[in-house]
């Protein structure tokens, strides 16, 4: 079947609300774009090795979903940078010995922080750009975003996906972004708050949230008074967590929209109801994000209503450098049929966590954002800041889990008298682990314009 044809077969069940006929669709539809993505990677001294000792010897060999769903992942994140550490010293340039297209015809370039090691670059070659700003104009779409809009922009306005990338999709769409970012810090984003006066805001859940608590000092009135109706999320599992998303609904006054960028035209939004309900995929011609698998056996998982697992991630029509079964760590969840909140029927995804974040407290699987969700019930005696301190890296974690968490106050005050040995209790009845929490003053813990981490590992010698 050839992708227009799936394409409206697609588009049929979805207008029957046939969740089978639907999920049938979009395997035809992956199908339509696989075997020329194999061949247009096979050649690739990255790609071609491990795609023949996985028995494939080109695109023709892959006969269903299930023969592609199969092989092993052909890349993780840690083989990124080695594919990356490995062209710099054979070719000079860092783009990667899994580049499949000419490097002059590479022209985006997107990438993490890097703070770990050698950063992980995105390459775009112009089509696969233009395809970008496609899809991510499906998500402003969907947000009710218009072409004209201001859109005062602070994620931060860098090389990452939801930086400069983020932007320019912005720009092509129509709308007019203002290009501040989050390096220019609290105070300029509210003067720029006053003086734009933006339909849509983009950034951090932390980030936005320092708007917040200060907008009423510095501009002498509420966030919620500058006419903000759409904010865009990301970064951070925040958007997710309720009272992380109560306070950014109802400090702006505004929609909230949780995104999810990442790479080879991955696109995803939530369509901004009080309560969560997963992000909407609006890419399937382009990008299978969630092939989920067992991240333990790796075997592929049916991909039903409810299915949860590690995603596989990767770009069906990608020219610059795809990603073909990538291994994300990302552990998801997956919906099918219809929106509670928007009433859209397609498939939505929600990321519960990190495989390589996962705490393991004496057998009780933890997710550091869900002890965070729990600690964020007791605002607003404490202000959404909080680390969870390890000796080592997960997944194993000796109890008690150790908490430092920031309150809105002093120590001195009446209210705060038994507050930890009351957020160690309800941790306690909610997820089931022994804590030890540790109340600090406002202020104390790291702050960051782009995304928050919620691990400290430290010496022993130093908790």
């Given at each position: ?5 799936s394409l409206a077969a697609r ?284 991240p333990v056996s790796r075997e ?20 610059a450098a795809p990603g073909l ?139």
């Amino acid at each position: 079947m050839n992708l227009e044809t799936s394409l409206a077969a697609r588009d049929d069940a979805v207008k029957r609300r046939d969740a089978a006929a639907y999920l049938a669709a979009l395997d035809d539809i992956r199908m339509a774009r696989i075997p020329a993505q194999i061949d247009h990677c096979i050649t690739n001294e990255f790609f071609g090795p491990k795609l023949r000792d996985a028995g494939v010897r080109s695109g023709a060999d892959i006969r269903s979903i299930n023969d592609f769903r199969r092989l092993p992942a052909l890349m993780t994140k840690s083989e990124h940078r080695e594919s990356q550490l490995a062209s710099l010293e054979k070719y000079g340039h860092s783009f990667g010995l899994h580049l499949c297209a000419r490097k002059e015809h590479v022209v985006h370039v997107a990438g993490t922080s890097g703070t770990t090691g050698m950063p992980t670059f995105y390459l775009f070659s112009r089509r696969d750009l233009q395809i970008t700003h496609d899809v991510v104009g499906r998500m402003l779409d969907l947000a009710g975003v218009r072409p004209g809009d201001t859109a005062l922009h602070l994620f931060g306005l860098s090389m990452w996906l939801g930086g400069t990338t983020f932007m320019q999709a912005f720009e092509a769409y129509g709308a007019h972004p203002i290009p501040l970012g989050a390096e220019a810090g609290v105070s300029r984003a509210l003067q720029y708050l006053d003086a734009c006066r933006p339909r849509v805001v983009s950034g951090t859940p932390s980030f936005l949230t320092y708007l917040i608590d200060r907008a009423p000092k510095e501009l002498g009135k509420p966030a919620s008074e500058f006419g903000v109706e759409i904010v865009f999320c990301g970064g951070e599992p925040g958007a997710s967590l309720p009272h992380v998303r109560k306070k950014l609904q109802d400090g702006f006054g505004a929609r909230l929209h949780d995104t999810m960028l990442g790479g080879w035209h991955n696109a995803a939004v939530e369509c901004g109801g009080p309560d969560h309900q997963g992000l909407h995929f609006l890419a399937d011609e382009y990008c299978f994000r969630y092939d989920l698998v067992d991240p333990v056996s790796r075997e592929p998982l049916a991909l039903s209503d409810g299915a949860s697992g590690e995603a596989i991630h990767s770009g069906l029509y990608y020219e610059a450098a795809p990603g073909l079964r990538y291994a994300t760590g990302d552990l998801v969840s997956l919906r099918v049929g219809e929106c509670p909140h928007c009433g859209r029927f397609g498939t939505r995804y929600s990321v519960q966590g990190r495989a390589d974040d996962l705490l393991n407290v004496r057998g009780v699987k933890i997710f550091p954002s869900a002890i965070k969700d729990v600690v964020d019930g007791f605002q607003p005696l404490t202000n959404g800041q909080m680390e969870i301190v390890l000796d080592a890296p997960p997944p194993r974690v000796v109890p008690p889990v150790r908490i430092r968490v920031e309150i809105v106050g002093s120590l001195d005050d009446e209210p705060f008298d038994g507050l930890s040995g009351r957020i160690e209790a309800k941790i306690k009845d909610v997820l089931r682990i022994p804590t030890e929490v540790t109340l600090v003053r406002d202020g104390t813990l790291p702050r960051s314009s782009h995304k928050t981490k919620l691990i400290r590992i430290v010496n022993p010698a130093e908790a």
